[in-house]
């Protein structure tokens, strides 16, 4: 079964472009997440989707930041325009949510993003 | 809300020896703990999750961690460090049944194994 699937895996680009990056999860997941990684820290949650419902984007930075999951399956993230401090590692993860009291996360392998 | 704190950001030891990385979390309610592992360049790998039951969890690759609710700890252990162990670790916590989907991680601990 594939995992999580992410791309592009590494990004350069110049500040104030726009980037996006592209999320498939486990065929099945019903959850799915983005979560920002700098370097040398813990990965932060920036946004939760349950389906195609955003359910938790508290930590999203809406001015700058955006992110869409249409019917439910592959998401994207956008940020327009990017900024010098976006350089860091997004992770997309993905669970089945069917009620249980736990639900593991699966992560991808990440997309690097090097703003200059 | 609920938080991790690792001790030590690197940590170095050599192939045989004892792996021990520190864990204390904060959490207003009974918590699930995680430790995750990270190959450079990859996603985070669940090596072992304490939700409920016995407090002495085993993981994958021989890890095990014990949850001490006194100490409010999650520490890794693993009796004997291969080279293959060299990797970034976090550990995470969540408020259990309350909302696992909320997962809170350390800034992670850099384990080095020497020959």
């Known amino acids: 079964e594939a995992g999580v699937v992410q791309s592009p895996r590494y990004k350069i680009i110049e500040k104030k472009q726009p980037v996006a990056f592209w999320c498939n999860p486990i065929s099945g997941h019903n959850t799915l997440y983005w979560y920002l990684q700098n370097l040398g820290q813990g990965p932060e949650l920036l946004i939760r989707?349950?389906?195609?419902?955003?359910?938790?984007d508290s930590q999203l930075p809406k001015d700058r930041f955006s992110a869409e999951r249409l019917k439910g399956v592959d998401s994207t993230l956008k940020i327009q325009p990017a900024e010098l401090g976006d350089s860091a590692v997004y992770l997309c993860?993905?669970?089945?949510?069917?009620?249980?009291?736990?639900?593991?996360?699966?992560f991808g392998p990440g997309t690097r993003l090097t703003v200059l | 809300a609920q938080s991790v704190t690792q001790l030590g950001s690197h940590v170095s030891v050599s192939e045989g020896a004892l792996v021990l990385l520190r864990c204390n979390y904060s959490?207003?309610?009974?918590?699930?703990l995680f430790w995750y592992v990270q190959y450079p360049n990859q996603g985070l790998q669940l090596l072992l999750k304490?939700?409920?039951?016995?407090?002495l969890v085993k993981g994958i690759n021989g890890f095990e961690a014990e949850f001490k609710k006194s100490e409010t700890s999650f520490h890794l252990t693993k009796p004997s460090a291969h080279m293959s162990d060299a990797a970034e670790y976090f550990c995470?916590?969540?408020?259990?049944?309350?909302?696992?989907?909320?997962?809170?991680f350390g800034a992670g601990t850099r384990l080095t194994v020497k020959p």
């Open positions: 304490y939700t409920t039951g016995a407090t």
């Open positions: 959490s207003s309610v009974p918590p699930y």
């Open positions: 995470a916590v969540s408020d259990g049944p309350y909302n696992n989907n909320d997962m809170r």
């Open positions: 989707y349950e389906n195609e419902e955003a359910v938790d």
């Open positions: 993860a993905s669970s089945f949510n069917g009620g249980a009291i736990y639900n593991e996360q699966f």
